[in-house]
Nanobody, 123 residues
Framework: QVQLIESGGGLVQAGGSLRLSCVLS????????MGWFRQALGKEREFVAI??????RYRESVKGRFTISRDNAKNTVHLQMTNLKPEDTAVYYC??????????????????WGQGTRVTVSS
């Protein structure tokens, strides 16, 4: 059974940091590219950061503040978020894309999703 379980969300003040984790089960991380997406209240889901076997891609607004990484041995993907801003408030989801080399920013390319973890940044 395929599962993606996110954790690490919470309430933080602007300028603070959080580290999100996505633990995978039922498939092997090194065969997939992984993405973090987020959805704010009343808005569409948007990509935040993608990691493939050959590269990374970040949303412009998070460059220099967020870092995506993967630990294949632990089947886990992380999103380190620093200098958080109120506009980062959203539910964050991790997704898995069967094309391990492609850093797609499109939801439609991701076949598995977690349930989401909420991040709230207060001003």
């Amino acid at each position: 059974q395929v599962q993606l379980i996110e954790s690490g969300g919470g309430l933080v003040q602007a300028g603070g940091s959080l580290r999100l984790s996505c633990v995978l089960s039922g498939f092997t991380l090194n065969s997939y590219s992984m993405g973090w997406f987020r959805q704010a209240l009343g808005k569409e889901r948007e990509f935040v950061a993608i990691i493939s076997t050959i590269g990374r891609r970040y949303r412009e607004s998070v460059k220099g503040r967020f870092t995506i990484s993967r630990d294949n041995a632990k089947n886990t993907v992380h999103l380190q978020m620093t200098n958080l801003k109120p506009e980062d408030t959203a539910v964050y989801y991790c997704g898995a894309n069967r094309d391990s080399r492609y850093t797609s920013v499109y939801e439609r390319d991701y076949v598995y999703w977690g349930q989401g973890t909420r991040v709230t940044v207060s001003s």
